[in-house]
């Protein structure tokens, strides 16, 4: 696949996702105009009138306000506000100014709602999740938008619902990890300063997770052939925490005896999988690294970067 002479435009790009879509991106032979929040603050509606009157082929938009461990819950009123903003900043530049743009975004498993079967057909339906209830609706009405868009004016687009995103790169700062990073950064930090290793609930909930660099290969396989649609880019399979938490363990270097679980604390869904029937239809070779193999890549860059010495962990 190339994407020579294809003009390209990535909000989000600064993040987890964006660092590896926009290299992926730009090894395919397109032209990357890559936005983080320093480059056009998305709250502001006329942010994106300044990136130029040059015409986009393609508009992946990765931007969101959130973070991850009970950061929806704690701050439901600003993520309303600020991914609201963000979304109708995007569809009105898409709308009023890029119409030729394929928007392409992506969405999130905690727009389905608990209990539902989490297929493509079911992302509006029912009542998400309470604990990411907003961060979920705003998913939601970026898709509604997309669609009304496309219903009044013929635009295209692509939403894409990935389950947890993890591999190496993530940025290890001062934000609420996603689950899988904060299991790692304890764990090596148990083995390189001592510290005890507490995690979240009774290791019994489970989640499915894709290496981002699969992910990104994956979307952009997918992308020429799908229009107007949702999609899930699931693993297929999914991994209790303490199985993920085991196999970390045996990586790092520290006895899985040595794993405390700490029942007070918020756990989240219980079971999250996507179903993943249309995507394994349109790319049934699709990559799919086995977890172990991700997560040593994990390991190996946390401890080539020292991202795991230099914050405090959830616990
Ligand atoms: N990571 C996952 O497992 C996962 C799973 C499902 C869905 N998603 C979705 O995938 C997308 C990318 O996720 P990610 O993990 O890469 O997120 P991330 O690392 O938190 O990155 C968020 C990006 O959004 C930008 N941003 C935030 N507020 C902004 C604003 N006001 N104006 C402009 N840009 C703003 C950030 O820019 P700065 O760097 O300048 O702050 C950053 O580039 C998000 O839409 C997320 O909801 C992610």
Known sequence: ??????????????????????????????????????????????????????RFDRIYHLAAWTQAGDFCLRHPGEQWLINQQINTTVLRYWAERQPKAKLVSIGTSCAYAEGSAHREEEYLQGVPTESLYTYAMTKRMLQVGQESIRRQFGLEYLTVVPSTLYG?????????????????????????????????????????????????ATLLDLEPQTRNEIVNIGAGSDFSLRECAEILAD???????????????????????????????????????????????????LRATGGHLGRRTAA
């Open 1 to 54: 696949m190339s994407d020579g002479g294809t003009r390209v435009l990535v909000t989000g790009a600064t993040g987890f996702l964006g660092s590896a879509l926009c290299p992926a991106l730009r090894r395919l032979g397109a032209e990357v105009v890559a936005l983080g929040s320093r480059d056009a603050d998305l709250t502001d509606p006329t942010s994106l009138t300044r990136v130029g009157s040059g």
């Open 251 to 301: 990586l790092v270097g520290i006895p899985s005896a040595d794993i405390q679980w700490d029942l007070s604390r918020y756990v989240g869904a219980k079971v999250k999988r996507l179903d993943t029937a249309k995507i394994d239809a349109l790319l049934p070779d699709r990559p799919r690294r086995n977890l172990r193999t991700g997560l040593s890549e994990l390991v190996a860059w």
């Open 168 to 216: 190496p790169g993530y940025i290890v700062g001062a934000k609420q990890l996603h689950f899988i990073f904060d299991l790692a950064v304890k764990m090596l930090r148990s083995k390189d300063l001592g510290e005890p290793v507490v995690l979240w609930g009774d290791g019994t909930q489970r989640r499915e997770l894709v290496h981002v660099a699969d992910f990104v």
